[in-house]
């Protein structure tokens, strides 16, 4: 019996790859996937043999994968970001049990959208932080927007992934709007739209404002907590330093 890996690469450019991505990559026999992902790695990885299926066949090519490793091929499942983060390493997991297989399956991390987004606008990730999908297409509108207003009372920095789609216009000016219940409008908040990839945008924005900027299905949004500033063209939020160590914070004002 072979063995499948679910392998996180990352945003999408080879410096964002892993050594232990690489590895894998490079040692196994078959690479299968979205055909998005599949079309990325091809770049870097162009003698490898790929099965790439669209999106929504997630069931069949998780399926596919286990019987190939069940045929002796050693198989990599790919994902971009971290494979375990809205990845491909749960449904692997429910396939192998509902197969009743045997085959192994090691989980590969990777960067995941949050942290490259947040390298790229500073530091506004460096407190307690939540991430939300904004997406109803495995969970339901209003448990999403609880999740956002529970994000809100705990004053968490929130990183929304699937911000807004040609069908989701406003799901983002709703969360926003939620979010204001608990914090300033003027509140930080930063996006990247394609975070390590050739085409890789950002920009800063408030909250009061976000609602109508300019963000897609390829965006990553971070709203800061009610502490975080921007200093210099960066998102920083205050981890409590300035108050252990008295040196001064929050755009250089003392509290």
């Known amino acids: 019996m072979g063995k499948l890996y679910a392998v996180g690469f990352g945003p999408g450019g080879l410096e964002y790859m892993t050594q232990k991505c690489i590895d894998v990559i490079k040692s196994v026999d078959v690479i299968t996937g979205y055909t998005t992902y599949v079309d990325i790695m091809k770049q870097y ?12 066949k997630e069931i069949d090519r998780c399926r596919m994968a286990i019987e190939l490793a069940e045929s002796g091929k050693t198989v990599a499942m790919i994902s971009s970001g971290d494979s375990g983060i809205y990845g491909m390493a749960g449904i692997l997991l429910e396939m192998k049990h509902e197969m009743k297989s045997d085959v192994e399956i090691e989980t590969v991390s990777g960067i995941t959208a949050a942290s490259a987004a947040s390298a790229i606008l500073g ?13 109803d297409l495995m969970t339901p509108l209003d448990l999403i927007m609880k999740r956002v207003d529970c994000a809100g009372q705990g004053d968490f920095i929130a990183c929304f992934y699937n911000p807004k789609s040609k ?9 926003a709007d939620i979010l204001m219940k608990y914090r300033d409008g003027s ?60 040196f001064a914070a929050n755009g250089g004002k003392d509290e």
Do not use: Q
């Not at 990885?45 to 929504?56: G, H, L, Q, V």
């Not at 530091?123 to 997406?135: G, K, N, Q, R, V």
């Open 187 to 246: 509140t930080p908040v930063g996006v990247v739209r394609n975070a390590g990839r050739e085409d890789e945008t950002s920009y800063l924005t408030t909250l009061d404002k976000i609602g109508e900027s300019p963000v897609d299905m390829f965006s990553i949004v971070i709203i800061g907590n009610s502490n975080t500033y921007v200093e210099d063209g960066k998102m920083i939020t205050p981890r409590g330093y300035s108050d252990k160590y008295g």
């Open 123 to 135: 530091a506004p990730l460096m407190h307690d932080f939540t991430i939300i999908s904004l997406s």
């Open 45 to 56: 990885f162009p003698d490898k043999e790929y099965i790439a299926s669209p999106m929504m």
């Open 167 to 175: 069908k989701r216009v406003d799901y983002l000016k709703r969360a």
